[in-house]
């Protein structure tokens, strides 16, 4: 099993820059993918950025270039560094892994506000 907590959301101005954490914890040598989530309301999870591979890196159209994905293996912890924020960037953030077994795992989410 393996855990997954956020932390690092909450209220910033448009143009405004915050730093998600996301700690992990647990059966850490399953993980074979990595990312950030977000959902705002009354719209479905999408995909923020995330892993692939060891080193390789996707991002949504609408964050590449103020959106940076990183990770630290030796704290294992899981980043998402977020400049130029816009109202649009609100929503809950979620971390999320995939493992070796096929088996999903997804943090408590963090919400992120971005006021205009």
């Known amino acids: 099993q393996v855990r997954l907590v956020e932390s690092g959301g909450g209220l910033v101005q448009a143009g405004g820059s915050l730093r998600l954490s996301c700690a992990v914890s647990?059966?850490?040598?399953?993980?074979?993918?990595m990312g950030w989530y977000r959902q705002a309301p009354g719209k479905q999870r999408e995909l923020v950025a995330r892993f692939v591979g060891s080193d390789t890196t996707n991002y949504a159209d609408s964050v590449k270039g103020r959106f940076t994905i990183s990770r630290d293996n030796a704290k294992n912890t899981l980043y998402l560094q977020m400049n130029s924020l816009k109202a649009e960037d609100t929503a809950v953030y979620y971390c999320?892994?995939?493992?070796?077994?096929?088996?999903?795992?997804w943090g408590q989410g963090t919400q992120v506000t971005v006021s205009s």
């Open positions: 647990g059966s850490i040598f399953s993980i074979n993918a």
């Open positions: 999320y892994s995939g493992t070796s077994n096929g088996l999903d795992y």
